[in-house]
């Protein structure tokens, strides 16, 4: 089993909608967690960080973790098309390196 | 002008050839990493460095070697380039934040490397 698993899509929803992005994990020491957007040709940069298990809002955006199920989530409130990008969670046991979701390719139609 | 800089932002060499691709960063960190992104196979770590004396393999660093010439420059090698190394390539930086590493990593744009 891989250390994280992400659907990679790709995800195409009209502007407005409300999108769901999600990972699995294996290992329980994992203890930070974060989602990281990529447009087209450019290099991710991070969106959402949590360290906690519970939910954290930032405007339209939702990070949600779940230890107990292994499971974090993105929500992303009344999508716009420049929300259009590939999304990849990432989860770190301590600090010395990231495991990188596949990324999830969103696309939101005007 | 950006954080982490890449260069060249574009390669198209041939198999057998050697390639350098280099980083450099302003943020003032002292973790720097190199990945490949693949379609369908996400970001994969090559390797990374804690510090200028400290070189670290990740999960595919064969083909790939580095060298972390300051604490701002890092770059990578391949000795023989063979077309399964076409792929894009990113240099991150990581560091303290708050008195604590959390892991979050800054990526440069990204070199694009094609072996034919």
């Known amino acids: 089993q891989k250390e994280v698993e992400q659907d990679p899509g790709p995800l195409s929803v009209p502007e407005g909608a409300i999108v769901s992005l999600n990972c699995t994990y294996s290992?329980?020491?994992?203890?930070?967690f974060m989602w990281y957007r990529q447009y087209s040709r450019k290099g991710p940069e991070l969106l959402m960080y949590?360290?906690?298990?519970g939910n954290k809002e930032d405007g339209r955006f939702t990070a949600q973790v779940d230890k107990s199920s292994k499971y974090i989530s993105l929500f992303i409130r009344d999508s716009q098309p420049s929300d259009s990008a590939t999304y990849l969670c990432?989860?770190?046991?301590?600090?010395?390196?990231?495991?990188f979701g596949k990324g999830t390719k969103l696309t939101v139609n005007p | 002008d950006a954080d982490v800089t890449q260069t060249p932002r574009n390669r198209i060499t041939k198999t057998g050839k050697r390639i350098m691709l280099e980083c450099s960063q302003t943020?003032?960190?002292?973790?720097m990493y190199w990945y490949r992104q693949d379609p369908g196979l996400g970001l994969r770590l090559i390797y990374y460095?804690?510090?200028?004396?400290?070189?670290n393999k990740g999960e595919i660093s064969d083909g790939y070697s580095v060298s972390r010439q300051a604490q701002a420059k890092f770059s990578l090698s391949l000795e023989s380039a063979i077309p399964n190394q076409t792929a894009l390539y990113f240099c991150?930086?990581?560091?303290?934040?708050?008195?604590?590493?959390?892991?979050?990593?800054?990526f440069g744009e990204g070199s694009r490397l094609t072996v034919l």
């Open positions: 460095s804690f510090d200028v004396k400290d070189i």
């Open positions: 290992n329980s020491a994992f203890q930070y």
């Open positions: 990432a989860i770190a046991a301590g600090s010395e390196k990231l495991v």
């Open positions: 991150a930086t990581g560091g303290l934040a708050g008195g604590r590493n959390t892991g979050e990593l800054f």
């Open positions: 949590t360290y906690s298990s």
């Open positions: 943020k003032g960190h002292d973790r």
